[in-house]
């Protein structure tokens, strides 16, 4: 009786997991598509309940497949920038006027530079 492949990961489209395989081979972690006869995401958009799995051969392979994905995943959350710490845009509802203030600002009331008004600067849960 053949081993069980190990589910390791699964995507909603075929080409996805074609990269998550390419990627992972490029790591030394051989994986391969179990199920390419599963449409993936259909022309509604809506995704199939399972996804296309990414399997490997053996637990000591999925342990290290999990490990490279959940890194890569922390290294692209690391890259893109915090929304809260950026700059934010406040409209006047007096003038029109759409003002910048930084992030520091954040919850606070500031005066609008064009006429004056009282702005408030949106909290991160608006």
Known sequence: MAAELICI????????????????EDRGVQAVVTDRGNP?????????????????SDTETAGRAKELLEEHVRQRAAAVPDASTGPIEVKCTECGE????????RGSVQDCPRCGAHLDVASEDV
């Open 40 to 56: 993936g995401v259909s022309a509604f958009g809506a995704t199939d309940l399972e996804g296309i799995a990414i399997c490997v």
């Open 98 to 105: 759409t003002v910048e203030f930084p992030a520091e600002s």
């Open 9 to 24: 990961h699964r995507t909603s489209t075929r080409e996805e997991a074609d990269i998550v395989i390419a990627w992972l």
